[in-house]
DNA sequence: CTAAAGGTTAACGTTGCGTCAAGGTCAAGA
DNA sequence: TCTTGACCTTGACGCAACGTTAACCTTTAG
């Protein structure tokens, strides 16, 4: 009572070409192999098939399957770690339906794909991995959480402040003012604030109490900023973007001690 | 005024290894090529750059990417194809997480990983593509809404009344009734009755007064029974799964026009 | 006897790079 | 000047899970 490949593959509902690629990975054997190399899988076999095809539609890898059937006993805590797993996939997916929702409605709204400048709420999927590198990895995400907790008039606050902000830059670094001068240190302070108003960056961690390293944080964005030739173009070419690093430079200077 | 490839990398926040990609494949191509051979990159390809990394974190792929660059206009287009693209994964997910936990906690509590059988609430997972390919893309879909939308409550009514249907076909096939007795057509016609109680099957269909292939469903489910041996195994061996078949046949035969 | 149906192994294609491997180039110190 | 060491180059394999030819036997039905 054995079945041919076409067979069981009819029977359990999947294609003979995964049969023999199960094989050869030895995630299943054919319970026995005619003389002419024909496979042939009997009931045992069509059980086995048919677990590993259940925890496949659940979205187990195959090694993780060949495991679980191996060790009967690892099942739940497979099936544990598997559904985190997925439960976090649900959360990337969630949070990228959200950014390719705003930016669809930026495009249709302005035009250009790549509107949404530095100032412009703060861009926190453009630095995400800037970020988690130099600022650890949950940083980023406890920035993520806040800008998405609030609500559209908070948010639509926020921008304001930080166009309000953005602009004052400009104008400072058009009037020709030296980064060490009265007006550009307080147009840092005023930077530094709102970047203290940012759960998870270091500056909100030092406006708690906490001493990270505030003064690297806010030198290397100044930096950063200059690198970005998304910010030198908004903010009066490079001569703009490297007086407000300078700034930023000087201000942390004098009024942080030198990190941790 | 031009950057090295890891230069460009670090400033974008990519690795070096991404651009030689990206010109392999015609995505970003250098600036300029010194006389050694080395990529070197300009203000125009750090913003295309930046605006791949930005697409690329959407969730798009290479090729698409390189279609929203190139025709500017068909951005919105794409955008909105990938957003729905986007939901549906989201949806697959969802169920894929709600089975994955069903089944951990079938484990947890019964122990054995396949407890779930034929007739234990209709098990859709098993014969999804099955029932896709013969009658139909949304015949699934539909009857899988319908059962995820179902309480709790009304799922274990539900399994009731397939378990019973179940135990009754298994004392018919063992009293060794025949398949056009009466028994076993009051059966068929129980059992009909329960198809049609599923939304998206050609049985829910027919009841609704369109007439889609109901002989034809009925019948093929017979043979898909039969063809089962987790079926048989349950229904009495093969014998008892012939039995269902058989009767279910001579009922369609009886109250059904020769399909569409 | 022949053709159709079904079986076999072998090997490339898919997605987006990470990761060696082997070897030029360039700026700087001994 | 020679030697590091850092950075550059072009291959080419690896990954996940099979789909898809390709080229070639075996079994089965007519």
Redesign the pocket.
Known sequence: MD???????KLAG????????????G?LK?SR????????YGHAALVRLQR?LLL?ELG??????AEVLDHESDAEKALGRHLEWLRQEQDRLARQIDSVRRTLEAVKGGGEIMAEKMFDGFDHTRYQEEVEDRWGKDAYAKGDAWWRGMGAEEKDAWKQRSRQLGSDWIAAAQSGAAADSDEAQQLARRQVEWLRAIPGTPAAAHAAGSNGDIRGYVTGLGEMYVADPRFSANYGGESGAAFVRDALRIYAERHFQSGR
Chains 1, 2 share one sequence.
């Open positions: 079945w041919s490949v076409q067979q069981i593959a999947t294609t003979s070409r995964t049969l023999r690629h199960y094989d050869e990975i995630l054919p192999t005619g003389d002419n190399g024909y496979r042939y590993i496949r187990l890898g195959l090694p993780a399957i």
